[in-house]
Every structure is written in structure tokens, then in C-alpha cells.
């Protein structure tokens, strides 16, 4: 067992935290791809804690930069054409985005860990699991040949893949779609990451499979005391796994808070409109209402609030002063109970709205 | 079975899947089975209109264009270059190098080179494009075919292609000359398409293929309407684009061909004047008369450069994967 | 894997013999009269023409003609020319020149075309990748014969670096046919790395490979690269076949008595026996190698299966 003693403790590397210090924080995050047709801004000064152990989910509709603001934190961003505009990303309480390329790179591995959508594709196709999970051992720890591949097997074991000691000389095309997404999910594991970062691990996956996907990560995570930062568009894995949520729209948080807070009681038109297109159980058969219009183009963000041409709250004509939806931004701020928060100018309103049973 | 993709020597652009088991490497042609071939339909105009649009600010394209643009009205109008006569020779000015008066000098007869060279544009670029035309006639003819029937006769044309794709261009071109009786601009255009009709066939058969699949073909047929019809009424949209960026270049590859053949002594014949003669004649002069070699070589080449620069452009343009 | 190449051989059969019969159809069939051109101005009795005619086969139809060839061939007789001389001597003695020459141009395709295509894929838009954009779309535009005398011209003439006819002074003279020989093939070799590489620089495994924090080098050099040149080691070892084929302008020009410059000659004289034996022999080195080629694909991919 030498996997106990080398391999699945930290690598020396990560000096330990201060306790209580997040494991990641983001401050303030800007992305922008700079592209012939224009700047898309894809991330618009995005802020978020994740805490040992817990596990923040990140909502919103397909192009809000759910992706682009994991890959900017992971360090992985395509650039060109992507840019880290502004803001910080703490790891352990390091700025990340101000240290060396060599000093990101050490963090990537031991400290975070990012799976995928698409298992298949993210695995290099021409070389064994095995290798590519031992290959995390050899490159940050120095591992011999040999003990990396030793440690490898127990990692299959360890996410569950039968008879690990013979697939570990498969290739990924050999492997099943949910195989596959094991064989990630213990390569990001290998040295005991203090933050995963999946990235709808399970979007492409059956039903069946999402669900031991989902349990697998869970037990992982109960076991190693992780930070589980989760993409997903499934809101009721949210609402089983998550603790906390992030609800993004065109490149900004527009609503934070528990998961129970915001699913049962949205602060924000987007949020209550993503609640309100997903078939509750007990609405069986009711009409799906779907957020009616389309996202915004990154390249050209409306004015004032980013949603304004799609909500039904808007308020346009006689706004309050500062609080016309469509010449004034919204800044995310908080909203009933401590750590909750709305980029909302009526976020209290949308709260009691909802609570008397006024109509929207 | 997983079949390794081919890839054509043009431009590193994957071939097009064409039945199994073929080889499929191809020498002597800068071809390219553009792959659009395969792309959803490419009709709207916006592709046409942003590809122009691209192609106005592509400089090898303004470059490719002005040079092409010269070399058809030298081949259409050589008076407007040159008044001199190319046939009214002076032996006793036999290899005279360039001077003022003779720009290029003269050639071994005592023949004002520029009058020659200018003249030699007009067989090049006719046999470019008439090869270019028989290649496309019976690459669509003997390409949908294949595709559109499948089966048997699929597989049959299959390995006829690749038969001759085994005959390099040159060699197959340069063999049948040698046994034709007479060798002017139709007998060349001809050895050239016989040998080099492969890649166009494989690329109608590839649209006609994807074209047959493609859903919306797939719901109309389902709603009844005849399959030739539809195909006919969809494959030219869709492989207008992949065949406009394949001419282009092949067409310059084909007059290179023609030079090559013609240097060889199996192409065209003297009293002809070609830019493949001009070579041929001088080719052992290069120690004391360079220049003989020298500017055809230069007309032909830049001619080639034109069609490529044109072809390689087109193709950024049109194909919105590579952009 | 066995029954794949098995498979292969058998479907290059039907291949070989078309085109064989193809390039002897071409020979014998169509009007020209090899007895005719073999006399040049000479008169020939009648009787010295039906002799040669009946000892070549030329009375017999073409099926016939070529049937009894294939029945020579298969006990390894390629025939002989005009002047008695076997065509396997001619062959012999040639081989080894066509394949030294077209050993020198796949190095050259492989270490230039190699070169230039990595670095210009791995920084899309530098300098350095629009030079090599600029110098392949050059050296594909200038036919070979053309670059074959301005090689002459510049390293032989010129700078009096390399010989330019022959092969004399060993593989010294092979350097510039070499060179030209392989030109085509080696803006293409560079084009296809470059693109090749910039594809896979955005697939999702390298992102991966900088997900697990590996150093940049090995995210280029082991994760991106390896699946790089798949298509480009392949295409390069099918060249090899093609390469041969191509030698007979290169050849010519440089006057190297390699198979290329004997079908030259033979196809002037009318050699139909030499014409086929050697193009034939082309055909199947082209077969031979992309057979060969398609074989090393699998060992190169895992994702490809041959059962
Ligand atoms: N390489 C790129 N170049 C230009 N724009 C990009 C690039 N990558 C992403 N974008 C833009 O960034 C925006 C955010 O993309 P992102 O992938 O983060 O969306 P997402 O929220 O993850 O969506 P999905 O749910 O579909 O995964 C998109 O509008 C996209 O157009
Ligand atoms: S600020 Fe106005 S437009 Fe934006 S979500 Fe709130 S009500 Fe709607
Ligand atoms: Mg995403």
C-alpha cells in the first residue's frame, strides 16, 4: 500500500490553510474572448466563496459563462482568444491570477481538479487510463513507473470500476460512457484536490448513470472533505447535492444564496423563471412556462439590467429614481436572510410579490 | 472497422470517406477535397456574402486575383503586351541576353523572347481550363453514379479510382501521349483528365452521399417525393463551394502538368508556342543563356500562383470550420 | 488483425492487375507501331518484321498478349527489350538509384516539413507561421522542373555547392534532386502539421493535459503532438510509394539512371516491355506502401480496430 503513505496524502508542495479561509475564492472575475466579429464578454465581475467540504452549484441557461469563468479560476482558458480582464482568484487565500505560470501549475492537480462534460473527448485517445492517471503521480510527485501505476489501479477500485487491475491498460474508447467518467473523476482525484470543479459531469450521461455519478462524487467528497464547486443544468441534483447556488445570467450572479432559499423562494425574475420551467413533482401535467425570449448576445449586453428585455417584473416608465430597469445596472446585493443576495432593483418586491400571491 | 482518414496532399485537408479499404494518398496533383464536401447544406447567402466579404480583405487573394486577371487577357488579347511578332526571327541574334530594346532578349532562333513568352500564356491557361472542364464531367458523371446507386457498382467505381490514383498524373499522362499519333492542345487536355478525373469523382460522390442522408432528403423522401429530384434540386447548392475551391487549384496544378509534359518532350509541338516548349528548347543553355529558362519559368510559375492563391483563398473563406 | 492485412492483400489484387493491364493496354492497343519505331529509318524486311512481331506477341490479341505477360511475370519474367537485354536486368540495376533518391527526399520531406509545421502550428499567426504559409504556397505554385533548374542553377551553377548531374560522387549527388524530388511533398508535409496541430491544440484532452497541470512541454510535446502526426506519419510513409512514381521528371532533369529516367527513355523508344515492367513495379511500391501505411495507423491509434 504504497498509495496511503506517498500518493493519497497531500504532496508536499500546498503549504496547509489557515483554518476557516475558503478553499477558493473569487473576486470580481472578468473574462472577455477578443474575436474578429468583436469582444465577447462572457464573464462580467463574477464573486464566489467555496468552504471545505461544501458544495456551490452554478445555475443558468447554455452561454450565461458558467464555463468560461471555471476555466478562467482552473487557469485553462483558450488565450487567445479568451482574457482574465479583472478580479482575483484565491486558492487557500494565494492570488492565483498574480502568481507564475510555474505557481498555477502546481496547483492544478493537488490543489484543484476539474472534470468534464464529454469524458470521451477529454481523454487523450491514444494512450492507456492508466497511463493518464498514473501520469498525475509521475508529473507532480515524481512517482516511479511502476508505484503510479499501483496507485492508478486502486483509484479505479476506488471510483468503482470492476476488475480495475485488468482495465487499467484499457483505452477510453473502450470504456462505457459512465466507465469513462469514472476514469476522470479518479484522475482528478488522484492527489486529493481540496476543490473539484465539475463541469456537468453528468450531461451526458443516462439517467441511471447521472444518479451513481452524482452518489459516486458525493461519497468521494464525504470522504476526502473536498470543495465541490458544480456545474450542472439539472436542478434537482442541485437541489439533492448542493449546498449553496449560483445563478448566472449574460456573464453576471444575479442570485446567490442556499439552495433551499432560492429554489423555494427566488429573489430574482431569472431565477423565478427557471424554477418555474422545470415540472415540479407535484405540478405533474401543469404547463411548463419557459423563460420566454432568447439569452443575450455577449458582444452586446443590454443596457442597465442584462435581463430587461425578457422579464416580466421590468419596470421601464415612472421607475423610482435608479431603479429603471433599463438605464440603471442592478448591483448584486442582499436580500433577506444573512448570506443571500439579487442583482434585482425589485428584489424585495419579487419576494413579497410572491409571498402575498400577488400575481408577477 | 475504423478506417484511417485520408488526407490529401493539398492542403492537409481530410478526404472525404469513400467506400473502405482504398489506398488512398495521391501524388502529382495539388488537389484538395475540400472538407465543405461533407458540410450541411450551404445555402444561405450569408456564407456567400461573408466569405466575399473576407476574401475583399484577404491580401494573397487581391494578389491572386490581379495576377490572374493579367495572365487571362495576355491569353486572350497578347497584342496588348506585345506588337512585336513572335515568329519573325533573326538567327544572327541567336541567345542574345535582355537588353533595352529586347526585354527578355531573344531566344536560340533569334526571336524576340517577350513576343514568345507573352504569346506562350494563350495554350496554357486553355488547356488549364479545358482539362479542368473534362475532369469536372467526368467527375460528376461517373461521381454521382457512385454515389447515388451505392452498392455494387459503388464498390466496382471504387476500385477503378483507385487503379488510376496508383498511375501518377505525369507518368499515366505522359504514356499515352507517347502512343497518340498527334499531341496539340485537345490531346493533352485529354491524357490530363483521363489520369486526374479521380479527386473531383470522389468529391461529387461524397456531396451526392452526404446529400442522400441528410435529413431534410430523408423527410421529403419519406413524404413521397422522387430521390432524384430531390438530389438533384439539393447537391448543387451543396457542392458548389467544395468544387469552386477544388477547380481553382486544380486548375493550376493542371497547367503546371501540361508544362511538365511538354518540357518532357510528349506534350505539345513545336510550331506551338508554349511556355513547356520555351523550357524545353533551352534547357541546355542554362550555363550561358539563363534567361531562356528563366522567364517562362517565372510566367508559368506566377500563372500556377494565381490559382493557388485564388483556391487557397476561397477555400478560408468558404469553409467556416477553418476560420 | 491477421485477416485485416489478409483482407488488404486480397483487395489490392483486382488493383494491381487493372492497372497493370491498364498502363499494357495503353502500350500495345493504341496506334503507334513499336516494330515500326524500333527500325527508325532503316528498311525491315517483311520477314525481320513477322519475326520480331511473332517474338514480342504482337500477332496475338491484346488479352492474349497480356495474359501470356502476367504468365511471365508470375515466374519472374518481366521480359526483355529490343536489344535482348531482360527487363529485371534493367530493373536490377536501377532500383537501388530510384530508391536511394527517394530515401533523400523522405528524409528531407521528413525533417523540413516536420520542422517547419510544428513550429508555425504551435504559434498560429507568428511570423514564423505566415513565412512557412508564404514558402509552401511558393514551392507548390513553381512546377518541379522548374525548381529542379533553379536548384541547378543557385547551388550548382551558382554557388557550386552540389552536382547537378548524375550520381558520381555518391549520396553527395543525391542532396538536390533530393531536395526537389521532395518539395512538393514537403509543403505539404509542413501544411498538414500545422494544421493537424492547431486542430488538436483545441481539442478537449489538451485542455485536460493543462487541467492536471502538466508542464507545457509535455502538453505539447507528448498530449498534442502524438496525435498531431498520426496523418502525417502516415502520409509520409505512403509517399514513399508515391515518391518512386514521381521520380521521372526529377530524373530526367538531374540524368540519374534511376527507374524514372529508364521509363523516360523506354516510352521515347517505345519499349513497351520496359514501359510496363517498371510502371508496373510503380504501381505496386504505391499499393505496397500504403498497405504498409495503413497497418502502422493501427499501432499508432488505438481507436482503430481491424476485425
Ligand atoms: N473560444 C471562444 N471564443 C469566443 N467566444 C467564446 C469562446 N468560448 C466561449 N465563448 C463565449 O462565451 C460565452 C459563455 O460560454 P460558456 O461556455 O461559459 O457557456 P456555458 O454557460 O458553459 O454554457 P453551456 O451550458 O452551454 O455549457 C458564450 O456566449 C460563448 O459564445
Ligand atoms: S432589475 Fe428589473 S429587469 Fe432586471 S430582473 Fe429586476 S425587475 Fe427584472
Ligand atoms: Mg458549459
Redesign the pocket.
Known sequence: MITTSSAMSHPAPLPAPLPGTPVLEVEDLSVE?R?PKGV?R??NGISYEVHPGETVAIL??????????V?AVMGIL?SP??FVTGGRVLFEGRDLLGASAEEQRAVRGPGMSMIF?DALSSLNPVFTVGHQIAEMFRAHLGTSRKEAKEAAIELLDRVRIPAARERVNAYPHQFSGGMRQRVMIAMALALNPRVLIA??PTTALDVTVQAQIMELLKDLQRDTGMGLLL?T?DLGVVNEVADRVLV?YA?NVVETGTVDEVFSDPSHPYTEGLMASVPAVEDKGKRLQPIVGT?PD?SRIPSGCPFHPRCPRRVLEGAPPGRNCRDDVPLLLPVGSIGRASACHYREEVLRARRTGTPA | MTERPPTDRATGLATPEHGTDQPRTERAEATLEAEVAGSPAIEEASLWSDAWRSLRRNPFFLVGALLLAVFLVMAAFPQLFTSVDPRSCDLARSAEGPSGSAWFGYDVQGCDYYANVVHGARVSVTIGFLAMLGTLALGIVIGSLAGYHGGWIDSVLARVTDIFYGLPLILGAFILLSVLPERGVLEVALALVVFGWMTSMRLVRSTVVSVKEADYVQAARALGAPTRRILVRHILPNAIAPVLVYSTIYIGTLIAAEATLTFLGIGLQLPEISWGLQINSAQTRLRDAAHLIFFPSIFLSLTVLSFILIGDALRDALDPKLR | MGRYIARRLLLTIPVLIGASFLIFAMVYALPGDPIRALAGDRPLSEAVQAQLRAEYNLDDPLWLQYLKYVGGLLQGDFGTDFSGRAVLDTIEQRLPVTARLALAAVIFEALIGLTAGILAGIRRGSFFDNLVLVTTTLIVSVPVFVLGFVAQYVFGLRLGLFPTSGIGEGWYSYVLPGLVLASLSLAYVARLTRTSLAENLRQDYVRTARAKGLKPAVVIGKHTLRNSLIPVVTFIGADIGALMGGAIVTETIFNIPGLGRAVYDSVLRQEGAVVVGIVTLFVFFYIFFNLVVDILYALLDPRIRYD
Open positions: 474572448f474575436t465577447v462572457a464573464v443558468g441557461e447554455s452561454g450565461s459563462g458558467k464555463s468560461v469563468s476555466q483558450d482568444p479568451g462534460q463541469d456537468e456545474i443544468h448566472m456573464g439569452p455577449l
